[in-house]
């Protein structure tokens, strides 16, 4: 065993077995730090695994099969050391910042069961992006899904939060249902489920089979990753988690579901029949356009920043299906270029959102809502905090100078880039989605002008806002933990391009990037360099200020009732896009026959969201009613049921005797 | 050489900024009957505001001194991208038109935030409209210069300007008309121009870019309005290079850059005729009709990108 190989099984077993079996044999604040203390060496060591793995390509790492029944083994090739690093990026500050968090809001016992299943989390989903094997990948799936489970109801219980839960274990399974499909469509072609096996018979395997695989691969997929239609699971598990949990689910559980995805549509399929790419992008701009807008409507901050995940997968994949399109017209330094766009995007969107969720948490920790008309004026009470949260906001809305900006860009300058193929359904489509891609970025920028404005600027609209205290010190380490990262891609692509061009090289022989697509490495250190100075000189111009009354019309003082709260400032877009939403609205004012001196008035406003009734609705019937169906076989009546044992017995055996 | 004519041009957008805003004030009077204020006017009210007391109020952060400052140094890096006078720019042949209208979203990001934390009704309200324009006009903008990268083959501005200038002029696309006339409607958005905002306005129900800096004063408020300045200036500067480059000098020779600049300020001076006259004729649209305007914008722009298809080959 070479010291990668030894670093890794020390990974496995830390996060495994020893922090578990730590916390669970002893009940010390000293046993539980020490454990905390072991995940970040884990994170550190998985870290350096992956980078030291990407570099030397190391591919083999660790085979258990000696200790279970099926072929179970883990290798890193460059597409899993990515996402490796990218988990292990993000897992070490959310711990950090987790170790404060839980202790202010937990009991002893609730905070040894948290720290036990938040290793198992991290365990699990490190566990599938290095799996080698269709085992220990469905494996790792099934217990990322239980373990994320089990840490919502830690944080509490209640009919509304089981509901929630119920619905999330359910698309969950319905979304790794599919995925095992995809596992055993390969069976008869790779008589294996070694990911080597597979990838050999990809290539072989006929057309209506791949096509096959390739749709349960995107359902599959879809599900975890919370394409619309299936994220309905998204906006309800997120927000209930506690934050550290939701910043691992949104920032790193998702980018699970693009691993996926990618490995088995690039790597083991080579892409998908011709019409792949065109479904992926649908479905991406409908994911893309629709999160945003729910998100924009929100005023829970922690709904808000679920609705967001759900737009920037509709990002990711509208990367991927544009390489799609450029894979299936042969196309390589375009399949590149959207490749490593979507590949970034999933990078960056790990450090911003768990950045973002980890800000919602240091603001429920000192405020004890995350309600944005209950918020405002904590930049000046939590300085450090927000100025992490900002540097949050400003890379998701994808702003230059902010990592968001460069995944966006790449995936701006592919749609560009396919004007340039010879199919006119290709040639227009593509170019046509920057004008989807355009307004997704303009409508992020909004949501997040009002989710920061609202809860960090103007004044406090609450009691519990107005006395907000500065978070904890770890808290604050882990915010601009991530925050720097996010600046540093920013500022320096440079640093994540080139080894994403070697990344996608490796998974699709031939492909890579136009050259003057890497120069935005240069030009954004120049562009930092220019807008940073020009605002230092304007700076020189200006004296100190001096504190002076708002002037509030002639009225004693301005109030906090008189700022824009959250769910005025998106009225003109909620207007605009009213067809989207139709809320169901409630008016009841008294008396009737006074339209104008109401007695009181009573507004109700609830958002079922279109889609639920229109799509959800008729499934959950249709299963409702089989079931109904099914339930006359239960009789309760044993004989009966002895009957069926036998009748299924019979029916084996004759199958048996006339299958040769 | 080149990058002395480079910043030069950078010099032009920047300081000849508040003149263009002075002359099209007095364009705007004369069509009115009124006499109008010296086109100096905007100079001596920078220079006025620069000299004053910059006031916050005492319940905002940090960022409510940040966001002018961000947003100046935005705008003037927008304005690097633009060729003025000779086909060159000094961010023009690097840095492409995503980075262009990107740039201008994080200065109008900035201000947004500066307004909300002045803590008072009339920030809030101005970001919440500006928030819906911007996000909506965002789509034509990016579509028409689509459009254009499309048929030069080149994304950086200054390529795509080279390309139009060996075009000849009485040879221009159906393509050109579309883009341009959606950049057109897509530049009296983004400079808050008649009639998607009234420039001029100070009442609360019209507002939308004047509600955002109502609660600014002195310096701050002198950085906002020659950033908004210079932005109206390299909007409209950016329309000429697109659509009506000829004569914009190519080699190094002072001949050439002078009349280049001379045919400039005569390309300016028609743009700010047509601009005041608009401003003039038209009617404030309804705050939920300019959704519609963008609309037609945007749909006028996805003509041009579908075109290309059969323009270009």
Not at chain 1, 385 to 400: D, F, H, K
Not at chain 1, 585 to 601: C, G, H, M, N, W
Not at chain 2, 224 to 239: G, P, Q
Not at chain 2, 262 to 285: D, F, H, N, R
Request: glycine share 8%; hydrophobic share 55%; proline share 5%.
């Amino acid at each position: 065993m070479g010291p990668i190989e030894m670093a890794f099984a020390y990974l496995l077993s830390v996060l495994g077995v020893f922090v578990p079996a730590i916390l669970i044999v002893s009940r010390g604040a000293r046993a539980r730090r020490l454990a905390i203390t072991l995940i970040l060496t884990a994170g550190v060591a998985g870290g350096l695994v992956a980078v030291s793995s990407f570099l030397w390509q190391t591919t083999s790492l660790l085979d258990l099969s000696w200790a279970t029944p099926f072929p179970f083994s883990f290798a890193v090739d460059r597409l899993s050391a990515f996402f490796l690093l990218l988990v292990c990026a993000v897992a070490v500050p959310v711990t950090i910042f987790a170790s404060p968090y839980f202790d202010l809001h937990y009991s002893e016992q609730q905070r040894r069961w948290t720290w036990a299943f938040f290793s198992l989390f991290l365990l699990s989903m490190i566990v599938v992006v290095t799996a080698s094997t269709g085992f220990a990948f469905l494996a790792g799936w099934e217990l990322m899904t239980l373990v994320s489970a089990a840490l919502i109801l830690i944080e509490g219980d209640s009919p509304e939060r089981r509901h929630n839960v119920f619905v999330y274990l359910l698309m969950m399974h319905v979304g790794a249902a599919a995925v095992a499909g995809c596992f055993f469509l390969f069976l008869p072609y790779s008589h294996s489920l070694d990911f080597g096996m597979i990838r050999a018979a990809g290539a072989a395997m006929p057309g209506g089979i791949r096509a096959a695989v390739f749709l349960s691969a995107f359902v599959g997929f879809g599900a975890k990753a919370g394409l619309i239609p299936l994220h309905l699971w998204l906006p309800r598990a997120h927000p209930i988690a506690p934050s550290p949990v939701s910043a691992l689910m949104s920032g790193i559980m998702l980018k699970t579901a693009v691993y996926g995805f990618v490995r088995f549509a690039f790597d083991f399929l080579g892409g998908g029949p011709w019409w792949s790419g065109y479904v992926v992008l649908v479905v991406a701009a409908f994911t893309g356009l629709l999160g945003i807008l729910y998100a924009i409507a929100e005023h829970d901050l922690k709904r808000l920043l679920a609705y967001s995940s759900v737009e920037n997968i509709g990002i990711v994949f509208l990367g991927l299906g544009t390489s799609l399109i450029f894979l299936a017209h042969h196309s390589l330094l375009g399949a590149g270029l959207a490749l490593v766009g979507a590949l970034l995007h999933a990078f960056n969107h790990a450090f911003f959102k768990s950045l973002l969720f980890l800000g919602a948490g240091a603001i429920s920790s000192s405020t004890h809502t995350v309600d944005l008309n209950e918020l405002g004026g904590l930049q000046r009470r939590m300085p450090v905090t927000g100025a992490a949260v900002l540097i949050g906001c400003c890379s998701i809305a994808g702003l230059p100078l902010f990592n968001g900006f460069v995944s966006e860009w790449l995936i701006f300058r592919s749609f560009l880039a396919g004007s340039s193929l010879v199919d006119a359904k290709a040639g227009i489509i593509l170019p046509l989605m920057v004008g989807i891609l355009a307004l997704i970025g303009g409508l992020a920028a909004a949501c997040f002008v009002k989710a920061f404005g609202v809860a960090f600027l103007g004044r406090p609209r609450s009691a519990e806002a107005e006395h907000a205290q500065e978070a904890p010190l770890g808290m604050r380490v882990g915010l601009w933990m991530l925050g720097a990262g996010c600046i540093c891609i920013g500022i320096l692509p440079g640093l994540l391009l080139r080894p994403l061009v070697s990344l996608v090289q490796v998974l699709v022989p031939g492909a890579g990037v136009p050259e003057e697509t890497l120069s935005i490495a240069y030009i954004i250190p120049w562009i930092a360099a220019i807008v940073l100075g020009t605002s230092a000189l304007a700076a020189l111009l200006r004296p100190r200020a001096r504190m002076a009354r708002t002037w509030a019309c002639g009225l004693p003082g301005l109030t906090s009732r008189m700022q824009y709260t959250s769910t005025v400032f998106s009225k003109p877009i909620r207007s605009v896009f009213a067809q989207v939403y139709r809320p169901d609205r409630k008016v009841e004012q008294l008396p009737t026959d006074q339209p104008y001196f109401p007695a009181s008035i009573a507004y109700q406003s609830v958002r079922t969201t279109s889609y639920e009734r229109v799509l959800y609705r008729p499934f959950v019937e249709l299963f409702i009613s089989l079931a109904h169906r099914l339930r006359r076989l239960q009789t309760g009546n044993i004989q009966i049921y002895l009957l069926y044992i036998f009748l299924a017995l019979v029916s084996l055996l004759t199958f048996l005797r006339f299958q040769r | 050489m080149k990058i002395m004519v480079d910043i030069l041009q950078l010099l032009l957008l920047i300081l000849g900024a508040p003149l263009v805003r002075g002359i099209i004030a007095r364009f705007k009077a004369r069509l009115q009957k009124r006499r109008g204020a010296s086109i100096w006017r905007p100079y001596v009210e920078l220079f006025k505001l620069l000299r004053k007391e910059d006031l916050t109020p005492p319940t905002s952060s940090a960022v409510f001194r940040l966001a002018p400052v961000l947003l100046f140094g935005c705008t003037v890096c927008v304005a690097a991208f633009i060729p003025v006078a000779h086909v060159s720019a000094l961010l023009g042949s690097r840095g492409d038109f995503f980075l262009l209208v990107y740039l201008l979203g994080l200065g109008r990001f900035s201000l947004s935030l500066g307004a909300l934390d002045g803590g008072s009704a009339f920030g809030g309200m101005g970001a919440s409209r500006e928030a819906l324009i911007s996000s909506l006009a965002e789509v034509p903008f990016l579509m028409g210069l689509v459009a254009l990268a499309i048929l030069s083959s080149r994304a950086d501005i200054t390529g795509m300007v080279a390309w139009t200038l060996h075009q000849n002029i009485f040879n221009i696309s159906t393509v050109h008309i579309l883009a341009f006339t959606s950049l057109a409607m897509v530049v009296l958005a983004e400079t808050g121009r008649m009639p998607v905002d009234n420039p001029t306005t100070h009442l609360e129900l019209t507002m939308i870019h004047e509600g955002m800096l109502l609660e600014y004063s002195g310096p701050s408020l002198a950085l906002i309005e020659w950033a908004s300045a210079i932005k109206l200036h390299a909007m409209l500067a950016l329309l000429i290079a697109l659509f009506g480059p000829w004569g914009m000098a190519a080699g190094g020779s002072g001949w050439g850059l002078a009349t280049a600049l001379l045919l400039y300020c005569a390309k300016v001076t028609v743009l700010m005729v047509l601009l005041s006259v608009i401003e003039s004729a038209a009617a404030k649209l309804r705050m939920y009709l300019v959704p519609d305007f963008l609309g037609v914008a945007s749909a006028v722009s996805a003509l041009a990108v579908i075109f290309t298809m059969w323009v270009k080959r």
